[in-house]
């Protein structure tokens, strides 16, 4: 299972590379003292979790004095056991501070809280397997350091899910999309009950060269869309697809998007109204 301690000066980053762990599936405590990391430890590996991340800094200060028995004794527990130190320069992190108009744990001026930090944190910096010097970092990009660091894959889900327009759109959707315009099975008495999962069904809605043209587009512009909110470092990104009554032909599309794009990850969430039913 792997353990990491993430640690590093005030400002450095910190909760950025404990975001980006999280992200990547990592079990997250923030501000844990060195003597209950094996606890954790313990703990997790009893809920069967995967993976773990804790971070210890300056605020958990008046218990770093058992800091060395405590890595000793986990290290004996996990072997998968990996420390992330973080720094930074002391001009960077007073801009920072000065950015976010947050008080130094250490409470003193920050030029000399910086100073004082770094010394309390020596010994974590010392038995660090992996520093990174954010000081010319974007948050993205340390990010981007932190998974690579670890050889995680960025996960990345794009999500459709289907819906009627006359039962209201989805409010957390990231792109709406109306297919209203396609040919519609509700007219046909053999297909008005039928789904757009049937085969009969699809095949109305894809009848014709417009109906397959009008589908190109709509699923490379969702490509496109999925794959910029990728690259900006999203997580997952949300496609919902609509016709009247959310039976037929957004269930057809959704379904036809999920097939053609899964090298994107794709789930079909939910057919929100196919239950439902109705006119279209």
């Not at 757009?196 to 190109?216: C, I, N, P």
Request: charged share 30%; net charge negative.
């Amino acid at each position: 299972m792997p353990f990491v301690v993430v640690s590093g000066l005030s400002g450095s980053g910190k909760s950025t590379a404990l975001r980006a762990l999280e992200d990547a599936g990592f079990f997250i405590t923030d501000n844990l003292p060195p003597e209950l990391w094996g606890a954790m430890h313990d703990l997790c590996t009893a809920r069967g979790l995967r993976r773990v991340a804790v971070s210890t800094d300056a605020r958990t200060r008046d218990f770093l004095g058992t800091m060395n028995d405590s890595y000793a004794r986990l290290l004996r527990r996990e072997e998968d056991l990996r420390v992330l130190f973080l720094e930074a320069n002391s001009e960077v992190l007073l801009k920072r501070y000065n950015l976010t108009r947050r008080e130094h744990p250490l409470g003193e001026t920050l030029m000399v809280d910086f100073a004082r930090e770094r010394e309390l944190l020596a010994p974590l910096r010392a038995i660090a397997d992996t520093v990174i010097d954010t000081t010319s970092l974007s948050a993205r990009e340390l990010g981007e350091r932190v998974l690579r660091v670890f050889r995680l894959e960025h996960d990345f889900h794009l999500r459709l899910l289907s819906f009627g327009f006359k039962h209201a759109p989805p409010r957390d959707a990231d792109l709406v999309l109306d297919v209203r315009s396609l040919p519609n099975p509700y007219y046909d008495p053999a297909l008005r009950p039928k789904t757009g999962l049937q085969g009969e069904v699809a095949q109305y809605v894809f009848q014709d060269q417009q109906g397959e043209d009008f589908y190109a587009d709509l699923r490379d512009f969702v490509r496109t869309s999925a794959e910029r909110a990728r690259n900006s470092g999203r997580h997952g990104y949300t496609v919902a697809i609509g016709c009247t009554g959310g039976q037929h032909r957004s269930v057809a599309v959704a379904s036809r998007l999920a097939a053609d794009l899964r090298d994107l990850n794709v789930d079909v969430t939910d057919h929100r109204d196919m239950k439902a039913g109705g006119e279209e």
